[in-house]
């Protein structure tokens, strides 16, 4: 007899993970586990199983012939049971519900509200409600169980936060309309040296503000930081009120403010991640889905990217 009835939801769930990371370190993070008890649980379901499922060298982690055939089954088994869930959900009165959804800028920028039109046509009876927080916040709230799903940059922590990369960006100069440096076609860290930076702050933006000083001293010079905010829109706003220049995401293009000009990068600052968060142990039975449906709306907006559509 095949041994189903030794394995376990949570077994499927972490191979597939790890079959998506091929990093067991990633893929902790992202279930917000720790990789020893990652590692058990994929050597137990092995063992249940009876095959190994994954080639692992210190370097690399790929899976096997018989890893790549459960690939396929296991995200079979899992979209089935979530289907059976909905179907009893609806069997017994659970047709309707509210999605709290959290979220940075660039998410309403990019691919959020395709991801948004889907899910509301399969589920016209779910409420959606969305609010603009920087990430902090929006962990904060997740924590607090005041919103369902975050569109936040990557968590340093992420204990009982699971999340997947749907986004990835570089940077742009966002430079006084008048500025000498607006007449150039694209710019370098050393063109700022005598720049006052408009930046975030470090509270909400710890990673960035590393980013931005490391390309100033290979430049030969530490940034004169004049302000520190927590929202991009307030960095573009100072700089076209002419308080500075400011290092910012790509995606504020997409959202021009009369007065300032955004130039590229000859020294492109390490693309940031956005991902999708949601609890482990989240009780809104809508969740699930949704994530679903980002990660479609993600992937066509990579394909549109790639294919050189607007």
């Given at each position: ?17 790890v079959a998506e990371e ?120 997740l924590k607090d169980r ?41 710019l370098g860290f050393a ?120």
């Amino acid at each position: 007899m095949l041994p189903v009835e030794n394995i376990e939801i949570r077994h499927l769930r972490y191979f597939l993970r790890v079959a998506e990371e091929l990093h067991f370190g990633r893929a902790a993070e992202m279930l917000g586990v720790s990789q020893a008890p990652l590692s058990q649980q994929i050597r137990q379901l092995e063992e249940r199983i009876g095959v190994r499922l994954f080639d692992r060298t210190t370097r690399t982690v790929r899976l096997t012939p018989a890893g790549t055939a459960l690939y396929d089954h296991a995200q079979e088994v899992l979209s089935t049971l979530e289907g059976g869930i909905r179907s009893a959900q609806a069997a017994g009165g659970l047709t309707s519900g509210t999605l709290k959804l959290g979220a940075v800028y660039v998410a309403v920028f990019t691919f959020m509200s395709a991801a948004m039109r889907d899910f509301a046509s399969r589920n016209p009876q779910v409420r959606l409600d969305m609010q603009i927080h920087t990430t902090e916040e929006q962990l904060a709230l997740l924590k607090d169980r005041r919103i369902d799903v975050a569109f936040v940059r990557p968590p340093r922590t992420a204990a009982g936060i699971a999340y997947r990369e749907v986004h990835r960006e570089g940077f742009v100069a966002a430079l006084p309309a008048e500025s000498p440096l607006a007449r150039k076609p694209d710019l370098g860290f050393a063109d700022f040296r005598d720049q006052r930076f408009v930046t975030y702050s470090s509270i909400v933006g710890a990673s960035y503000q590393d980013v931005v000083i490391q390309h100033c001293r290979k430049a030969g010079y530490r940034p004169n930081v004049v302000q520190e905010v927590s929202h991009t829109h307030t960095i573009v706003t100072m700089v076209a009120a002419g308080i500075g220049i400011g290092i910012v995401p790509a995606w504020v293009e997409l959202t021009p403010m009369r007065g300032v000009v955004y130039r590229p990068l000859t020294e492109l600052p390490r693309a940031v991640a956005l991902v999708v968060a949601w609890r482990e142990d989240s009780m809104n039975p809508f969740v699930r889905d949704f994530v679903d449906c980002t990660l479609a709306a993600a992937r066509a907006e990579a394909a549109r990217r790639a294919g050189g559509g607007d």
